[in-house]
């Protein structure tokens, strides 16, 4: 079967979806449905983060909410994502380092949105094209990119923003598929 990659649509900025739950599936191929490897908002309320919070919180956060990633939030906006990666990585350091700070500069003061992606560097699909899709079309989508995730919008009619309604995870389909 041929697989192709999707649009990937530019992020402005969005609101989170509402949630309800949803089973997963025991096991999964290439040719299943894209939606099944999605974390769906609808069916799951997203682990997140006010953006202003420190590195400390949004680890506990992760670890409480037994997720990676959180979407960081200014007021009911998505503002962007954070990753345990983003934290045990070189991006604190490098927040520190580019900041110009003094001595009193400290890891434990850098906050979420230090070192966050902002969400306009998040890339995302239309959830209609995602409907349409199987698991080898995102898997494509990912191939030869440096993306770990990939929103999922829906349109909202009563609003100039996307909803988003979903995310997927690079590492979770190709740890679902190489199962």
Same mark, same amino acid.
């Given at each position: 079967? %041929?697989? &192709? ?46 953006? $202003?919070?420190?590195? $400390? ?9 037994? /997720?990676? /990633? ?12 954070? =990753? ?8 604190? !350091?490098?927040?520190? #380092?580019?900041?110009?700070? #003094? +001595?009193?500069? &400290?890891? $434990? ?6 070192? %966050? ?7 995302? +699909? ?9 698991? $080898?079309?995102?898997?494509? /989508?990912?191939?030869?990119? =440096? %993306?770990? #995730?990939?929103? !999922? ?5 009563? /609003? ?9 995870? &690079? ?9």
């Amino acid at each position: 079967m %041929m697989y &192709r990659p999707l649009q990937v649509l530019p992020m402005q900025a969005a609101l989170p979806a509402s949630s309800r739950p949803r089973p997963l599936p025991d096991a999964l191929a290439e040719s299943d449905s894209a939606t099944l490897l999605m974390t769906d908002f609808r069916d799951t309320t997203p682990a997140s983060i006010a953006s $202003g919070k420190r590195l $400390g919180d949004a680890l506990i956060e992760m670890h409480h909410a037994a /997720t990676h /990633t959180l979407l960081a939030t200014e007021g009911e906006h998505i503002a962007g994502i954070i =990753t345990l990666h983003d934290i045990h990585g070189p991006r604190p !350091v490098q927040f520190l #380092h580019d900041a110009g700070c #003094h +001595l009193n500069c &400290r890891h $434990g003061n850098v906050t979420v949105a230090d070192v %966050m992606t902002p969400i306009q560097h998040v890339p995302a +699909l239309r959830l209609s094209d995602v409907q349409r899709s199987r698991i $080898g079309d995102i898997r494509k /989508t990912f191939e030869g990119s =440096t %993306m770990g #995730h990939l929103l !999922v919008l829906d349109a909202d009619a009563s /609003t100039d923003l996307g909803v988003i309604c979903g995310i997927f995870e &690079r590492e979770r389909i190709e740890r679902e598929i190489h199962a």
